[in-house]
């Protein structure tokens, strides 16, 4: 697996020495720097925006990108109607020829850029200080990371995207993670709001391109845990169900649909108990094969087995949530298997979070017990 990131060759001024004719030929161009920047219309750092022409390379993972996705992303302050403004005037070159805001890059070609007039850099502030909180945040919840893959663990109660109402949220903390070149890592999948545990994120647009082709081949494995009320019958199986969603007193929910409905998706589960405990309640282990939104938790609920503390499948009539335990989703995402973009496999498990270590405490469950689902079909 490759962990680490490129190095970098050194330019020939560095191997060699510039000598001479090096030498003069930096002063004559500092000198036309110079004068440049004295020319009418031409801005300079100092005053705001300031670049003079550059030259770059379309790095591999930036193949595909639009030709106006590509500057965004690779000069984060620059306003996107001055993009397409020296797109449309032809002030950009690719490999020495015009191009239109939506043509694809290829990986290898040169992107002649013009003078570019960027957003003075902004000053030490709060939100500088909160960037640097969001950054210390993300590595402490870190559980695997090179320079193409990050794989975190996500707290219960933390959205992964933002929604009505949501202001702090992981796609948004990603930001803080953009890299020099303005690139900044991706979500590969989600998971629930209040569902702990491994997600997966792209650092590069590469690993996200990988990684997505191999959720949608079914190469990628995941495993959770969860402590659901009663102990299943069999103790292993497989949930096979059509899923629609519904929406109930002004707020969405899963419910089983039948084959052909309008909406309905096919979603397959496989669970196995792993030890029973207390009151009737059950540790499974589930592995879904597909991915639906809410899969795990309305499999649970329609086979009679409702996931502890869930607020929205949860309907046993009268039953007591045991003494000591937290009534908060027991559901972690416990596990991701997924081939890595550069070759070999990333394995990367989460432990127990807080509220579902206590209730394993109280209920003498023990988390290195073996996990039959192991050996579950892969679909």
């Not at 975190?152 to 933390?158: E, Q, R, S, V």
């Not at 890299?179 to 491994?198: E, I, M, N, S």
């Not at 607020?311 to 991701?336: D, S, T, V």
Request: proline share 7%; glycine share 10%.
């Amino acid at each position: 697996m490759r962990t680490g990131a490129r190095e970098r060759r050194p330019d020939r001024a560095t191997r060699s020495g510039p000598g001479v004719r090096g030498v003069k030929a930096a002063q004559a161009g500092s000198a036309r720097a110079a004068a440049e920047a004295q020319r009418p219309g031409v801005e300079t750092e100092a005053g705001g925006p300031a670049q003079g022409v550059q030259t770059v390379t379309v790095a591999p993972d930036e193949t595909g990108m639009r030709v106006d996705r590509f500057l965004e992303a690779r000069f984060p302050g620059l306003a996107f109607s001055h993009i397409q403004r020296i797109i449309r005037k032809g002030e950009l070159r690719v490999n020495g020829r015009r191009a239109e805001p939506k043509d694809r890059l290829v990986a290898g070609q040169a992107i002649r850029i013009p003078p570019l007039r960027l957003e003075p850099a902004r000053p030490a502030d709060a939100s500088t200080a909160g960037e640097s909180q969001t950054q210390s945040f993300l590595r402490s919840i870190t559980l695997y990371e090179d320079a193409d893959v990050l794989v975190l663990n996500k707290p219960m109660g933390l959205a992964v995207q933002g929604g009505s109402g949501t202001m702090r949220h992981v796609d948004g903390m990603l930001d803080a993670l953009r890299d020099p070149r303005g690139q900044r890592p991706r979500l590969v999948h989600r998971l629930d709001k209040d569902t702990a545990g491994c997600l997966l994120v792209a650092k590069t647009r590469f690993a996200a391109a990988a990684l997505a082709k191999s959720f949608r081949s079914r190469e990628a494995r995941k495993v959770y845990w969860a402590l659901v009320a009663g102990v299943p019958r069999p103790r292993q199986g497989r949930i096979s169900t059509f899923l629609a969603k519904e929406e109930v007193e002004h707020d969405s929910r899963m419910r089983v649909a039948r084959h052909g409905e309008d909406g309905a998706s096919h979603a397959v589960t496989y669970y196995a108990v792993v030890e029973t405990a207390g009151r009737g309640l059950a540790w499974l282990s589930l592995k879904p094969v597909t991915g639906r939104t809410h899969q795990l938790r309305a499999h649970c609920a329609h086979i009679g087995h409702p996931i502890v503390g869930d607020p929205k499948y949860f309907e046993k009539q009268n039953w007591e949530l045991p003494g000591g335990l937290q009534n908060r989703l027991h559901l972690l995402a416990r596990r991701i298997a997924v081939p890595h973009p550069r070759g070999g496999r990333i394995d990367v498990t989460a432990p127990l979070p807080p509220h579902m270590l206590q209730s394993w405490n109280l209920l003498g469950l023990d988390p290195t017990r073996y996990d039959p689902i192991e050996d579950a079909p892969e679909g």
